[in-house]
């Protein structure tokens, strides 16, 4: 799956090779294509745009939105912001945490679901607030997230 | 598309006005909130039902009211009535709505929810709601730039470019009292002066914060994402006053919806003319761009941010030079948080003299909060500066969820500080908060009842803090981590007194040895937590031994 495909490689830097300072977004859409930045897909692209792999491990391993691994087939995030925390969202991880067997951060063994714990997104008044993939679940209960999750993975 | 001339904007807007109204206006609120609430299936079942009926109804997709807890919102108008708001609308709800209300002109009581008009007052009276930031969200559909006209949407662009003075306009910023939104509450006129006067001539550049990191705070994706066209006429009014051909809108990447409606709207401005070469015909040039965050608090901070707009590791460096004078490319750069720039337009056209009326003492205008917790009704409100934190949590937000005491309240995050329930009668502003030792903050409001506990809380913070601290200084990378060890050994109940002594000692090398904001304000919660509340910590103390 890391294999770099080179077309996508190719249009991504041509978008953003003359632009100043565009690492970020470069990245940013090399992560769109692979779910993470994959080293040799991130060494490609440092050639194309002329620059060294040390600079993009640099800026990738200080920003918490780039994954240096495959995330999973799932990925599960339970939204950590203050209102959720006041709301329960410590138990919610400590739940997934103890059905999935592996802690926030981790991906399951069968690679088929990533647990994470974010930074607030925005969705307060929802809280405790947990996604998976794209799909957005309010106001979630401890007791109910197992099943709330399962109902909405990809062929888990 | 036509490109506008001051002229041709008005022409558009009065034919805007002058269009024959639809018999019913169904306005369905569409944010990353409303959208996780479930609204998609509602307006889609909105549209069917008006569609098969064939009614006479316009169905407008809105930004967010702000009354999150009641989600997804539909707002019905019919001709001649007030409008109604119905809450918690689920798609079968929302069937019956069209039916009654719509076809049959009978309110359902059933879905009927408060309104924010409800809760607003004509004139920003403390205590009450009162919108100028908010003025659009939940109101004008975001993606359409003919609704941002016709509520008066680019004439303070038009006025500016078309008679005023950049010094004019910095003098209405300064009447106006305007105080940046980002929450340090620096005069917005001082930056405009001072970036407009560094290197004339030169390329500058105007940066807008849209890294909103307060983890429990999303007043400016509300904005941006409510209201795009606000911040937009706000960055190039500051563009054209500085002397910048180029704005830059730094945006964090967990906000898709806010970077989709901002490119719109880019895109929408550029084919009007108002955005591009030669705006509105006055030969004034300048463009903007999107740049994406990546998930790093302290890019809040504006060199931090300016760094990661470089493509680097946002690491924050010693000010002077301020950005001003060496900001972006080294260029002389001014940096803005969403809420500020959407203040601007309505001062300009408003002038500053209303605007500094409103609000106490060196705190002026309205602040937008985000109040979430154990609170009744959670969501976004806009409040005259003066209103007091107890107006705020009992009248408008309808006390605890609970039922229970409120214990405390946070404002400004992770640094920002608690403020004990009998503190509450404390007006907002940036003063009375800062005494209190906590900030003002760009909006994030937590309100805690008394199951809450204030040493579990401040330790949640300083984690967060910890965790984000670049690593390039001293004091906030090791006085944190040292910090939180010390707590976490109190929250085991090993802690002793000489652990608390140790804690403000940190504290205090934080607070006076950072590099940036991030780790002078990051000891704020665990210090206030003390302050007030000092007993939950002394009672998870071992008792000294004796010596």
């Known amino acids: 799956m890391a294999a770099a495909a080179p077309g996508d490689l190719a249009l991504i830097a041509k978008r953003w090779k003359d632009k100043r300072g565009s690492l970020i977004m470069a990245l940013h859409d090399l992560q769109g294509r692979f779910g993470y930045v994959p080293r040799d897909a991130a060494q490609?692209?440092?050639?194309?745009?002329?620059v060294p792999l040390a600079r993009i491990y640099e800026v990738i391993t200080f920003y918490n939105y780039f994954k240096l691994e495959a995330p999973g087939k799932n990925i599960i995030s339970v939204c950590m912001g203050t209102a959720c925390y006041l709301k329960g969202a410590p138990e919610i991880v400590a739940k997934l945490s103890e059905k999935l067997g592996v802690k926030a951060g981790e991906t399951t063994p069968d690679k088929q679901f990533h647990l994470q714990q974010v930074r607030c997104i925005g969705c307060c008044g929802l809280a405790p607030v947990v996604t998976v993939n794209e799909k957005v679940l309010a106001k979630v209960k401890a007791a109910d997230v197992v099943d709330q999750v399962y109902a909405c993975a990809k062929g888990a | 598309m036509p490109k506008f001339t001051p002229s041709e904007l008005d022409a558009h807007k009065a034919k805007l006005l002058a269009a024959p109204a639809k018999k019913a206006v169904i306005k369905v609120g569409l944010n990353t909130c409303g959208d996780a609430a479930g609204a998609q299936p509602v307006m889609a079942a909105i549209k069917e039902e008006v569609q098969k009926a064939g009614l006479d109804a316009q169905i407008v997709k809105t930004g967010c009211s702000g009354m999150c807890a009641l989600e997804p919102?539909?707002?019905?108008?019919?001709?001649?009535?007030?409008?109604?708001?119905?809450?918690r609308v689920t798609a079968e709800a929302a069937r019956e709505i069209v039916e009654k209300h719509i076809k049959g002109g009978r309110v359902v009581d059933a879905y009927k929810v408060p309104s924010v008009g409800d809760m607003s007052s004509e004139k920003p009276v403390p205590g009450k709601q009162y919108r100028i930031v908010l003025r659009n969200c939940g109101v004008i559909d975001p993606e359409s730039l003919d609704e941002y006209i016709a509520r008066d949407g680019y004439q303070a662009l038009k006025q500016v470019l078309s008679g005023m003075t950049?010094?004019?306009?910095?003098?209405?910023?300064?009447?106006?009292?305007?105080?940046?939104?980002?929450?340090?509450?620096?005069?917005?006129?001082?930056?405009?002066?001072?970036?407009?006067?560094?290197?004339?001539?030169?390329?500058?550049?105007?940066?807008?914060?849209?890294?909103?990191?307060?983890p429990g705070a999303y007043m400016d994706r509300s904005v941006l994402e409510g209201d795009p066209h606000a911040v937009i006429e706000g960055m190039i009014i500051g563009g054209w006053v500085i002397g910048a051909s180029q704005g830059i809108f730094y945006i964090r990447a967990e906000y898709?919806?806010?970077?989709?409606?901002?490119?719109?709207?880019?895109?929408?401005?550029?084919?009007?003319?108002?955005?591009?070469k030669n705006i509105l015909g006055t030969g004034f040039d300048f463009d903007l761009e999107v740049r994406l965050g990546a998930g790093a608090f302290v890019c809040g901070e504006e060199t931090a941010l300016i760094a990661s707009i470089e493509g680097l590791r946002g690491t924050p460096r010693p000010r002077p030079p301020y950005p001003a004078q060496k900001g972006l490319w080294d260029q002389p750069s001014m940096v803005n948080n969403v809420e500020t720039l959407a203040n601007i337009g309505q001062i300009v056209l408003r002038g500053g003299a209303w605007f500094g009326a409103i609000g106490v003492g060196r705190s002026k205008g309205t602040k937008v909060f985000a109040v979430t917790g154990k609170v009744k009704v959670s969501g976004l409100i806009e409040i005259p500066m003066g209103t007091t934190l107890r107006q705020v949590v009992m009248d408008i937000c309808g006390g605890t969820s609970s039922g229970k005491p409120v214990k405390a309240m946070q404002t400004g995050g992770p640094s920002g500080g608690l403020i004990p329930a009998s503190l509450l009668d404390t007006p907002i502003t940036y003063e009375d908060l800062g005494k209190l030792g906590s900030i003002m903050g760009s909006g994030g409001m937590i309100v805690m009842d008394e199951s809450d506990n204030t040493v579990e809380l401040s330790r949640f913070y300083l984690d967060f803090s910890v965790d984000e601290s670049c690593g390039k200084c001293a004091p906030c990378r090791i006085g944190g981590t040292q910090m939180l060890r010390t707590i976490d050994k109190i929250v085991e109940r090993k802690g002793t007194a000489a652990d608390i002594a140790k804690i403000r000692k940190i504290a205090l090398t934080m607070q006076r040895g950072s590099l940036c904001a991030l780790g002078q304000t990051t000891p704020n919660p665990v210090l206030s937590a003390l302050r007030y509340f000092e007993s939950e910590w002394t009672e998870r103390l071992v008792p000294a031994t004796k010596k």
């Open chain 2, 73 to 87: 919102l539909v707002e019905v108008t019919t001709a001649g009535a007030a409008p109604v708001q119905y809450g």
């Open chain 2, 166 to 214: 950049p010094e004019q306009v910095i003098a209405e910023l300064e009447t106006s009292g305007l105080r940046g939104r980002g929450g340090a509450g620096f005069p917005t006129f001082m930056k405009w002066k001072l970036t407009r006067a560094s290197r004339p001539g030169e390329q500058k550049y105007i940066i807008c914060n849209g890294d909103e990191g307060d």
């Open chain 1, 44 to 50: 490609e692209l440092g050639k194309q745009l002329n």
């Open chain 2, 256 to 276: 898709p919806l806010a970077i989709e409606r901002i490119e719109k709207a880019i895109k929408q401005a550029r084919a009007n003319g108002l955005l591009g």
